[in-house]
């Protein structure tokens, strides 16, 4: 093989694998951004309670990436983190589609010039604030913009019957994953029907294969038209009225509500981030070399129907209202594309070491102006416990520690969900379906399985929740403080969670009206004889507590004797100053004698005066510890109690639907 040759592959792999890790870096460090949050959930339902979209829940997308969410959450409990490492694969590939069909553009220059034309680009693209900002998250723009370079990629190559049918395929599976993209599509259907060179013949037979292609690749979308026809309309098209309808009737709406809104927010997305406009700039530079290498007039082969396509999906982002910022990312992956194409075309006259050269040059300066998310990236690309992802599906583990088991009320429901806790289906897209209810009529709410905040209330005094989850984002604070409101008066008791969040958890017990239980970190999980376990247990006094009560941890076995027990103050601080209303936690380390017998054994909590031994009301069983043998290995082992063997995980009083 020849040293060029060499050159050419070790610099591709190279720079891909760069790609990669910073691709990586920057998901990986990054925080939750809740339209997230709708994706994830949806796919959850779908692969662990079989609930479907838009049939059991209300659900604002076509269900394209829900249904690939399922398929991997199905092998994988860790959501977030998934679903970004799948973004993240799909904007690789684009990008290495992208530098790819640069090198196959170039083909007829140099090694040198075609390898650093084509890192030009990618660089380029990467630079551009847009795509940093959009690239990577859990939002449903990756894989269409992948499958939309791939269409466009084998138009510009081929025109055979089977070219068609694929560039279609890739475009019902873009729609099908976010619907903008039928503007693209639509976009490609017309190119095909004003080409010149094709006699109407030809272009009739090319539009049945594109025609069947597309119907083949959107049949996740069209099955559930088909199923739930009118959930699915007013999921896809009636909420995007309803949405725009929700943002006029706020106090301070956003600016890009309007026409002249709209064109100022667009400005400002390039002012405020001139970086966006290079990719534009060197787009414009590559045409006008081009002409003048050639010769003015001509035009680049397939770049009436690139340009075809992004006037289209201009126009889908501009529809929008109001306007955000990742409505207008798939334009620079296609610009790129149609630089690659333009240079591909000027290559055949001209050689372009200059070019690549400069546009080198320029790649560097937007890498330049777009270093501190990518360098804080790879600051954390080697050390997955520093993941966002990860740590988030730590703190769902937390909830689900305190709270066992229980449905959580939320509009962020993806904490539950990496706990593998239960959510209510109808929030599973948070705080977007309750925005809109109150915009429709009872019959439609009900129709569509939406709800007021008035109904969900009453909702919750028939099936209250065992808990509720706020303070995750501050734009759902307004929604959220009606819940707030329910959870003090129905005597929830709070639990600030790490970083931020709150969690509202019903008691498990209460002794005397005067001290109540929220929470504990029993182990859900079985232990071994001997096995050393710390617990904390989350208290709170509802009234002032004169006397400095003990507390007294016992632990039965289910023949009611005492195996282990701990009493003194709460960890150490005298009841008599604790504050109404204030959280206590109480930890103790429990040992287990080495020869207990495997079994489920109760957790039994009660208060009482040491000076009289009088008790604080009754002892409460309030969960339980499930040991087995040290030598035991099954599913339950890692799983929990799948069989209910062991009922005193939580009292029956607050049991799911008790």
Aim: glycine share 6%.
């Amino acid at each position: 093989m020849k040293r060029a040759t060499l050159l050419l592959y070790f610099g591709s792999a190279i720079l891909l694998l760069l790609v990669l890790l910073l691709l990586l870096g920057l998901n990986m460090r990054r925080g939750l951004n809740h339209d997230e949050e709708q994706f994830i959930a949806s796919g959850q339902l779908i692969a662990t309670v079989g609930a479907l979209p838009y049939v059991d829940f209300p659900y604002f997308h076509v269900p394209g990436l829900s249904l690939i969410y399922a398929a991997i959450f199905r092998f994988s409990p860790y959501l977030l983190l998934s679903a970004r490492l799948f973004s993240v694969l799909c904007a690789w590939l684009m990008i290495g589609l992208l530098f790819s069909i640069t090198l196959i553009e170039l083909r007829s220059q140099a090694i040198w010039v075609r390898l650093g034309t084509a890192i030009g680009l990618v660089l380029l693209l990467m630079g551009s604030p847009i795509f940093v900002y959009t690239s990577g998250r859990a939002w449903n723009h990756d894989l269409p913009m992948l499958l939309t370079v791939g269409a466009l990629w084998l138009l510009m190559r081929a025109a055979r019957p089977r070219a068609w049918l694929l560039c279609g395929l890739l475009l019902g599976l873009a729609t099908a994953t976010r619907l903008s993209f039928a503007f693209a599509a639509l976009a490609v259907v017309i190119a095909l029907l004003v080409q010149p060179q094709l006699r109407w013949a030809q272009r009739a037979h090319s539009l049945r294969w594109l025609a069947f292609g597309g119907l083949l690749g959107a049949t996740p979308a069209l099955v559930f038209l088909i199923w739930a026809p009118q959930a699915f309309l007013f999921g896809n098209l009636t909420y995007i009225g309803l949405n725009t309808e929700y943002y006029r009737s706020l106090a301070d709406p956003p600016a890009s509500m309007t026409l002249l809104g709209k064109v100022d927010f667009i400005i400002e997305l390039v002012r405020s981030e001139p970086a966006n406009l290079l990719v534009w700039i060197c787009l414009a530079t590559g045409i006008g070399f081009f002409w003048r290498v050639r010769h003015r007039g001509a035009t680049p082969p397939a770049l009436p129907t690139l340009a075809l396509v992004m006037l289209a999906m201009f126009a889908s982002a501009l529809v929008a209202t109001p306007l955000q910022a990742q409505y207008f990312y798939p334009l620079w992956p296609l610009a790129i594309l149609g630089l690659a194409r333009v240079l591909g075309a000027a290559s055949r006259w001209a050689h372009l070491s200059k070019v690549a050269l400069a546009l080198l040059g320029v790649s560097l300066l937007a890498c330049v102006l777009s270093t501190p998310p990518y360098r804080a990236g790879l600051e954390v690309v080697f050390w997955p416990d520093e993941w966002y992802p990860i740590k988030l599906h730590a703190r769902g583990e937390w909830v689900k520690t305190l709270i066992k088991q229980g449905d959580v009320l939320t509009v962020a429901p993806i904490i539950p969900l990496e706990g593998r806790l239960s959510i209510y289906p109808e929030l599973a897209t948070g705080p977007f379906a309750w925005r809109v209810a109150p915009l429709l009529p009872a019959a439609a709410r009900r129709r569509y399985q939406l709800f007021t905040p008035d109904e969900l209330l009453e909702q919750l005094a028939t099936a209250p929740p065992r808990a509720l989850l706020v303070g995750l984002d501050n734009d759902d604070a307004a929604a959220e403080q009606t819940l707030v409101m329910w959870a003090q008066q129905h005597g929830y008791m709070s639990l600030p969670l790490p970083d931020e969040g709150m969690l509202w958890v019903s008691p498990l017990a209460t002794w005397d009206d005067a001290i109540r239980l929220g929470a504990h970190t029993l182990p859900t999980h079985a232990v071994h004889p001997g096995a050393s376990i710390n617990v904390v247990f989350y208290l709170q006094n509802i009234r002032p507590i004169p006397q400095n009560l003990n507390i007294l941890v016992r632990i039965l076995a289910p023949d009611d004797h005492e195996v282990w027990r701990a009493e003194g103050w709460p960890w150490g601080a005298a009841t008599a100053n604790w504050q109404p209303g204030e959280i206590w936690p109480d930890g103790h380390q429990i040992t287990l004698p080495a020869d207990v017998t495997p079994g489920c054994y109760r957790v039994e909590i009660g208060f009482y005066d040491p000076a009289t031994f009088t008790p604080l009301g009754n002892a409460s069983i309030v969960g339980s510890l499930w040991v087995t043998s040290p030598t035991a290995d099954s599913n339950r082992d890692k799983n929990g109690d799948p069989d209910g063997a062991c009922p005193y995980l939580l009292p029956a009083s607050i049991k799911p639907n008790a």
